[in-house]
């Protein structure tokens, strides 16, 4: 399976984060931080010219679950979405939580965990998106 999951969107890069701060409240997760890499890296003297910003999210019952499950997975979270303008295209994706976590541990109940979260954050990306379904990439 795919490690990313990545959505296109209609959306223009302001529109698109609007709407997953929306989509984010919305199923139950909160934004802990905004990251706008494409401004920190221009404030920075680089020369890139592409927009990307990473919303770090969370589910705190979701992230209770985890953490009891291994402290130690607390280093796997927030979860991140990011929005990010390629070639004039708006995009809006993440790399999967249910990969990342379970290349962590073996526990069956994280396993149960995140497929949870995994399906949620899709849900979440898929509304920020505007339409289903939606072209994948």
């Given at each position: 399976m795919d490690p990313f999951f990545i959505l296109k969107t209609d959306y223009g890069f302001e529109q698109a984060s609007s709407a997953l701060e929306a989509a984010v409240t919305y199923h139950g997760f909160g934004v802990l931080a905004i990251h706008d890499l494409g401004q920190i890296l221009r404030l920075k003297g680089t020369n890139f010219v592409e927009e990307c910003r990473v919303f770090e999210v969370?589910?705190?019952?979701?992230?209770?679950?985890?953490?009891?499950?291994?402290?130690?997975?607390?280093?796997?979270?927030?979860?991140?979405?990011?929005?990010?303008?390629?070639?004039?295209?708006?995009?809006?994706?993440?790399?999967?939580?249910?990969?990342?976590?379970?290349?962590?541990?073996?526990?069956?109940?994280?396993?149960?965990?995140?497929?949870?979260?995994?399906?949620?954050?899709?849900?979440?990306?898929?509304?920020?998106?505007?339409?289903?379904?939606?072209?994948?990439?």
């Open positions: 969370c589910n705190p019952m979701q992230a209770a679950r985890v953490m009891g499950i291994q402290i130690k997975l607390s280093m796997a979270l927030p979860f991140r979405i990011c929005i990010y303008i390629e070639n004039n295209q708006t995009y809006i994706g993440m790399i999967r939580p249910g990969n990342l976590l379970l290349a962590l541990s073996p526990d069956e109940e994280l396993k149960s965990v995140a497929t949870e979260v995994e399906c949620s954050m899709i849900e979440i990306i898929q509304k920020a998106a505007g339409s289903l379904p939606c072209a994948t990439i």
